[in-house]
């Protein structure tokens, strides 16, 4: 049937008869004009000020067809698949593939998986199956932590690569650093020279990996093995140092031979808090005093916890702890009791008790740091009566020297203590920063040291330790370091 109309394509007017839809008269207009459904839709909607997405769906509004049913008919007809006709769209609408398949599937009813489906389904393009759709996501949440960590790589390289240094290198800048400084200053004689210090594993040896060093920074656990508070020193049989660390509340354990670095931190059950004592016994178990637990630990050589002391019936808080192997005895500097409970090692008993609360000699007043000779000598830094006190292994009193005042000899804050091979005793002040050297008679023979950060000086010097060797260990706390010194003195001068 010929209405007898034509459209008028100039003006982008669609005049409309009753009794044709307009899909019927869209239909009759492209049969005869020769275009495609899809070119005269364009041609129509580019004139007529309407969007291709708009036009579609008031003609579809009127024809009865839904938004999806009228592009899968025009698509089909004009050769394009469901996907190349949205693109096509959806690009001269304004709007992005993605949000014209929400607003077609949202008035058409099947949701954007069910649509995109049935669309591959009609282009024959095979649909993603769950399995892959899943092992895509699993890469896809996998690639993001690599790049991350990647990159946390790549900005960490210059830091770690800065501290890497050749093994011949590191130790030839080392040599050179150590100065040669001797005590007394020339022309007289020396008797204790300089050897170096340890803070950190690095200062023993201890080479980290480019992976460790980035790892480490990543994490900023850069310092956290670097020595922050020594308080005290001890050595095993294999020439390990440990040290006593109250702020890091830890053991720091350096393998100078291995060039090895471990720690100490308490047991499963507890931590320990303000490690203040140390003592090693001749199996190599090691003794830890915890000035805040009020407890002694126990660990075995290889560093796994062993036991606690039965201490609960004699202890009130443990300040510095020392160990005669060869009489099987702990000697314990209980500061609150005033006194020092020596503990037979095999039965975990209090084997005897030295001295009271008093200013009598053998009394004492706060003792703080103890120590032991070759012959069974105990010294004990007696700090509120500021003075040494040296008593022989049955309990006696020897001698008893020192007091408070500002000159040579006199004490300001006694703290560590230690004597040599040859009977002469340490006494480390933190009041003056220096290290005193006295016979057993209390004579003053030598001092060195003085407040400063560099090489021989100190920063409130704490725990004392003189080995077989009579090399002195100094913790010195707040420089963070132990500084380590030779005696070449008396029998053994140069």
Excluded: C
Excluded at 13 to 34: D, E
Excluded at 106 to 112: D, E, I, L, V, Y
Excluded at 128 to 141: C, E, I
Excluded at 370 to 382: C, K, M, S, Y
């Amino acid at each position: 049937m010929d209405v007898g109309l034509k459209p008028d394509l100039r003006s982008g007017v669609l005049p409309l008869q009753p009794g044709f839809s307009p899909k019927a008269i869209r239909r009759k207009i492209t049969r005869r004009s020769g275009f495609s459904p899809k070119a005269a839709m364009q041609r129509i909607t580019r004139r007529s000020g309407f969007s291709p997405k708009a036009a579609m769906q008031r003609i579809t509004r009127r024809s009865g067809f839904s938004p999806k049913a009228t592009m899968q008919r025009i698509t089909r007809r004009s050769g394009f698949s469901p996907k190349a006709a949205m693109q096509r769209i959806t690009r001269r609408s304004g709007f992005s593939p993605k949000a014209a398949m929400r607003r077609i599937t949202r008035r058409s009813g099947f949701s954007p998986t069910a649509a995109m489906q049935r669309n591959t389904a009609h282009a024959g393009i095979p649909p993603v199956k769950p399995a892959q759709a899943l092992w895509r996501t699993m890469v896809q949440q996998a690639v993001k932590p690599i790049l991350s960590l990647t990159i946390a790589l790549l900005l960490a390289a210059p830091h770690a690569w800065a501290e890497e240094a050749p093994p011949v290198k590191a130790a030839q800048a080392k040599a050179q650093a150590t100065p040669d400084l001797v005590w007394p200053s020339p022309p007289l004689p020396p008797r204790i020279r300089y050897l170096g210090s340890v803070s950190s594993p690095e200062d023993i040896g201890r080479k980290k990996g480019f992976f460790r060093k980035a790892w480490e920074f990543i994490r900023g656990e850069q310092d956290d093995e670097q020595i922050a508070r020594p308080m005290a020193v001890a050595l095993d049989g294999r020439d390990r140092l440990l040290v006593a660390d109250t702020k890091r509340g830890r053991v720091h354990i350096f393998d100078r031979r291995k060039g090895e670095y471990s720690s100490l931190r308490g047991s499963k059950w507890e931590t320990l808090r303000l490690p203040i004592g140390l003592a090693v016994d001749g199996k190599d178990n090691i003794y830890v005093a915890d000035g805040e637990l009020n407890r002694i630990f126990i660990f075995r050589p290889d560093g796994k916890f062993d036991r606690m002391l039965d201490t609960a019936a004699w202890l009130k808080r443990p300040s510095a702890l020392a160990i005669d192997r060869a009489r099987q005895r702990l000697y314990v500097a209980d500061t609150p009791a005033h006194d020092i409970k020596v503990v037979d090692l095999p039965t975990g008993k209090v084997h005897s008790v030295i001295g009271r609360r008093g200013e009598a000699h053998g009394e004492f007043n706060f003792p703080t740091f103890i120590a032991l000779d070759r012959q069974g000598h105990l010294a004990v830094t007696d700090s509120m009566n500021m003075r040494i006190q040296i008593f022989d292994a049955a309990g006696q009193l020897v001698s008893s020297f020192g007091k408070h005042g500002d000159g040579s000899g006199d004490f300001s804050a006694p703290k560590g203590v230690a004597l040599d091979s040859e009977g002469h005793v340490y006494v480390a002040d933190a009041g003056f920063d220096n290290i005193q050297v006295f016979d057993e008679a209390g004579e003053l023979l030598l001092l060195w040291g003085t407040s400063g950060q560099e090489a021989g000086k100190f920063w409130l010097p704490a725990g004392l330790l003189i080995d077989a060797q009579d090399r002195i260990y100094v913790a010195d706390s707040y420089n963070k370091r132990v500084q380590i010194f030779q005696y070449i003195g008396g029998r053994n001068a140069k």
